[in-house]
């Protein structure tokens, strides 16, 4: 970084740690009891902070990696300062952990930003920083910064990982890996990501000598979308994987990442499942219309950035220079939605979710509904491929796959599961426009602050309960 840019970051980020400070204080001091899946995690941080390791709530579903950093967080801060008593682990104390991560993960993502944009010259210093920025402030995320929840640690070490995998540090990137999964066992499904972005440089590269043989100058991402490009790729893919050198270069490559997976894999068989505790409410499913919901959610929160007329444009000619594609794919979205829509029971339950009210104004108001929205799923769909048509064929192949393993066989529909992909997919696409820029970080300040101040003010009794139920996301 040069200095000029130094000074900046800096700056941004002591105001953005101020700011989230002020907040933090701010929530903490209105509900300083433990709340919603704090009332677990809270406590068995506590056991660990008082060196009970082998006491475990049944209720936990993840792996103990936020406990663990807290206690190496804590005990250090409690060792220099010289503190004693109940503040030690106190609610607030574990809490102040994630506005660390929040941090944190301001800086990784403009590094990773930096790392996957530095080519483009035209990308001024002032949008790479500004852009993380914004994305630090990604709504779910930020607010759950505030919350003892295993969000913003999970981003970090994901990021981070993906970060180390970026600059090739493939084994630190293994390891940090394994702590992302420690905080939630999802994420070996990012672990795999990262090895598969290895492979696919490996295939672009072979890609791209074939082509030269053939004096085509095709990219890997601007095959045509016809059966004859369909099969180009299948025989490619076919003959790539057939080749023992290109078997041999992908394995010495992706050698700390299949350890990962392997690791993962035996703690799978021994624990009988991937839920360490309650597993009566996280069971998989096929659950396709995840993936619709991701890509309305993408689209919305992107809007600023990603939507122009240019774009409508091109969705337009595209719909009429492939009708039929458009209509085979609006029959495909339509059967899953009929066959695969499922209900979590928490989802028409819990009345202080955000996801509640969507589900309940929105699909509950007809049955048709869910229907009448696929070809809202079919353009969502469309903007989404076309933000990314920069990536090469391969890596979007790759992350294609990562984001249907990590939505669909989720049977709740919960945002908290969104906000990886979503960062992933936003840190790919060219650097906007500082207007562009200008415009998401409105959106994300003003459903922040929609957010934090309905938490704090919009509080609601249960019938069978005094005490202060508040709406999140």
Known sequence: MEKFEVYVFTALCSINFLISCLLFSKITREQRDPYMDEIFHVPQAQKYCEGKFNEWDPMITTLPGLYLASVGLIRPVVWLADLKGSVVCSTAMLRFINLLFNSGNLYIIY??????????????????????????????????????????????????MYLMTLYGSHKAAMLLGVCAVLFRQTNIIWVVFCAGTVVAQKMDESWRTEQSKKRDDKSPFHVPLTING???????LLEFFKTPNNIKAVVLSTWPYIAAAVLFTVFVVLNDGIVVGDRSSHEACLNFPQIFYFLSFTLLLSLPTSLSYQRGVRFLQSLRKQP????????????????????????????RHFPFYVWKRIFQRHEFVRFLLVPGYVFAAWNFLDTLRSKSLFWFLFFSL?????????????????????????????????PRLLLEFGLYTAVNAATVYIFINKTFQWPDSMAAQRFMW
């Open 111 to 160: 590094l990773i930003i930096c790392r996957l944009h530095m080519k483009d010259k035209s990308r001024s210093a002032t949008r790479r920083i500004f852009s993380a920025l914004v994305l630090s402030t990604f709504p779910v995320l930020y607010f759950f910064t505030f919350l003892y929840y295993t969000d913003a640690g999970s981003t970090f070490f994901t990021l981070f």
């Open 230 to 236: 369909t099969m180009r790729v299948m025989r490619f």
């Open 324 to 351: 039929l594609i458009y209509a085979l794919l609006m029959t495909f979205f339509l059967f899953l939605v009929w066959k695969f829509t499922f209900v979590h029971k928490y989802l028409l339950a819990d009345n």
């Open 402 to 434: 990562c984001l249907v393993a990590a939505t669909v066989p989720q049977k709740l529909l919960e945002f908290r599961y969104f906000i990886l992909p979503y960062l992933l997919y936003r840190v790919h696409i060219p650097v906007p426009s500082l």
